[in-house]
């Protein structure tokens, strides 16, 4: 059933604004790879195609319970807006060495031979970004870092969280960094 783009976007505008902003960074992404491999054109992975291709997508997971953990076999990847913004399954079987997780931007060698399946001889890692030449930092930094859970064994009350919270009120950190485990 097809899905009103009106409809939607006047019901999800932050979804939209947010899958946009991950478009906008994943063309961004496309033209970097594009330098730095010295590619002269990118392939669509959707479209049935003979010859080996290099295309450009963001790695998701095509479970449909948010229990069921990212596998080799659930791995999509998914391209920008140029490219129709497909899905299309990765079949890694091929390629020997690989680390992916969802969210992952990353070029990819392969083909798509059966309309569905791309297979993917090759994995691309995005570029590394320069290092700053000079800090620009002139002060030292404070820094505030807490572990949770947040809330006791028998209650979820928060306390602790608020309390930690009250402090950092207190005495602002420059940086405050929660963990949650």
Known sequence: ????????????????????????????????????????????????????????GRICCDCESERVRANVSSLVLETSREFAACRVSLNLKSVSDFSLFPGQIVALDGMNTVGHEFTVSKVHQPPTPPLPSESRIDEPLSLAIAAGPFSVDDNLSYKPLEELMSKVADEPPDVLLLVLI
Do not use: N, Y
């Open 1 to 56: 059933v097809p899905v009103c783009c009106c409809c939607f976007a006047s019901k999800h505008p932050l979804v939209l604004l947010h899958w946009a902003a991950l478009d906008d960074w994943l063309s961004e992404l496309e033209i970097e790879f594009a330098e730095r491999l010295q590619l002269p054109d990118r392939g669509h992975p959707g479209v049935t195609s003979q010859t080996e291709m290099t295309t450009v």
